[in-house]
């Protein structure tokens, strides 16, 4: 195998990893966007961090949070400024 095989191979492999890895986090952001008002949110994370507390951690952990963090910010942004005064 030439130098010039074997960096356009490596190049394909990580364009296909990038390429599946967008994906899942696609995936992830799909799922994750059925979970909407704070206390869904908030539920949610308890769990996130129970599995954590319990050795459980997993390596989307903080993709989960930062998701789940942009809903709770996308549901603020929909209320309007009277109703989130009043903390409704």
């Known amino acids: 195998m030439t130098n010039t095989t074997a960096l356009w191979t490596t ?3 990580e364009l296909r990893e990038r390429r599946e ?4 986090v696609r995936r992830l ?3 994750l966007s059925h979970y909407r008002t704070p206390h869904e949110i908030e539920d949610l994370l308890v769990a ?3 599995q954590e507390a319990q050795g459980i951690a997993t390596a ?3 993709l989960i949070r ?3 963090q942009e809903n709770l910010q996308a549901y603020y942004g929909t209320q ?3 109703r989130r005064a ?3």
């Open 21 to 24: 890895q967008r994906a899942a």
């Open 11 to 13: 190049v394909k492999d």
């Open 66 to 68: 930062s998701i789940l």
């Open 48 to 50: 996130v961090d129970t």
């Open 80 to 82: 309007s400024p009277v």
């Open 60 to 62: 989307e952990a903080p």
């Open 29 to 31: 952001r799909e799922d």
């Open 86 to 88: 009043a903390g409704l």
